[in-house]
C-alpha cells in the first residue's frame, strides 16, 4: 500500500513536471546484469585469480593497474564490456527516454554508469553527461593528447577467464601506444573527460529544474546524492527510487519508492504517457 501511494505520488509530480533531470547510478544498470562491483563477496565469486592476488575492484579501476598489473587491468574492463554487451537496458530505460521525447518540454540523463546504457537505449545524444565516463570509448593511457574515440568492437581483447589475463591491448592511433578506456578511474588524475557532454549539462542547468528523479544511487559514490540536494534546496520536487531505504539518508526526498527502477518505471510509464 504504501509502495503504491509512492507509486501514485511519484506519477503525479512526473505529470506536472516541465524540465526534469534523472540522477542514475549503479542501481540503474544492476537491473540489467550489470554488476555493481561493490559487494566484495560477488567480486571474488566472479574473479577468483583476483582474490588470490588480493586485487580489490578498486584496485584494478586505476591507471595504476594499467601501468602495474594491465593484463588484469585490461581483463577486468574486457569482461565488463563484454557482460555489458551480452545483456541489454531493462524497460526502465525505454519509459526514460519516451518521457523524454514525448513528455518533458526538457529533460537530462546525469548518469555515473559507465555501460553507455541510456545512449544504447536511444537517448539523444546531447541529453546525456556520463560523468564517470564510457567503457565504449577510449583514450591514451600516456595521455599523449586529449582526444578519446569511441571503440564498440567486442571482443576487443583476447580475454583468458581461466587466469583473468587480457593480451593484444588496443592502441592509441596518435602515438601507437596503449590505450585505456575513457573512463574516470580511481585516483585517476588523467582522464581527459568529455567536453562537449560536460557543456551540455551546464547548458541544462542554466534554467530551472523542477523535478530530479535520483535512482539506483549505492551511497558508495554518492555524487548524484549531492547533486539530488543541491537540486532540492533550489527548490526542485525530487523522487527517489531505491530498495534500499538507507539510499534516502543523504538527500530526503520527497517521494520516495522502495523499488528497483527494472519494476518503478513500468509501473510509472503505465501512468503517464
Not at 533531470?21 to 562491483?37: E, H, K, Y
Not at 527548490?235 to 534500499?244: E, F, T, V, W
Request: glycine letters at 6%; aromatic letters at 10%; hydrophobic letters at 35%.
Amino acid at each position: 500500500m504504501v509502495t503504491h501511494k509512492a507509486i501514485l505520488q511519484a506519477a503525479e509530480l512526473i505529470s506536472n513536471s516541465k524540465r526534469a533531470l534523472f540522477l542514475t547510478s549503479a542501481g540503474m544498470s544492476a537491473d540489467s546484469n550489470i554488476p555493481t562491483f561493490r559487494d566484495k563477496d560477488g567480486y571474488w565469486e566472479n574473479f577468483p585469480p583476483f582474490k588470490e592476488k588480493n586485487l580489490q575492484a578498486q584496485d584494478l579501476a586505476s591507471p595504476w593497474a594499467f601501468r602495474n598489473e594491465l593484463p588484469h587491468a585490461w581483463a577486468f574492463y574486457e569482461w565488463r564490456r563484454q557482460n555489458a554487451n551480452e545483456n541489454m537496458p531493462h524497460e526502465g530505460y525505454k519509459v526514460i527516454d519516451q518521457w523524454m521525447k514525448n513528455h518533458f518540454e526538457d529533460a537530462f540523463i546525469h548518469t555515473t554508469n559507465t555501460d553507455g546504457y541510456h545512449l544504447r537505449s536511444g537517448c539523444s545524444t546531447n541529453k546525456v553527461l556520463e560523468v564517470h565516463g564510457s567503457m565504449w570509448r577510449l583514450q591514451c593511457l600516456d595521455v599523449c593528447s586529449h582526444i578519446f574515440w569511441t571503440e564498440e568492437t567486442v571482443p576487443l581483447c583476447k580475454l583468458d577467464r581461466q587466469t583473468m589475463r587480457a593480451s593484444n591491448y588496443p592502441t592509441c592511433p596518435q602515438c601507437h601506444g596503449t590505450a585505456r578506456p575513457h573512463i574516470l578511474m580511481f585516483g585517476d588524475m588523467e582522464y581527459v573527460g568529455h567536453p562537449e557532454q560536460e557543456k551540455n549539462f551546464e547548458n541544462f542547468l542554466r534554467k530551472e529544474v523542477d523535478l530530479a528523479l535520483l535512482v539506483g544511487s549505492s551511497g558508495a559514490v554518492p555524487t548524484n546524492d549531492y547533486l539530488a540536494l543541491e537540486l532540492k534546496n533550489r527548490g526542485a520536487k525530487l523522487i527517489n527510487i531505491n530498495p534500499d531505504q538507507s539510499a534516502n539518508n543523504i538527500a530526503q526526498a520527497e517521494v520516495f519508492i522502495p523499488l528497483k527502477s527494472g519494476d518503478a518505471f513500468p509501473q510509472l510509464g503505465a501512468l503517464i504517457c
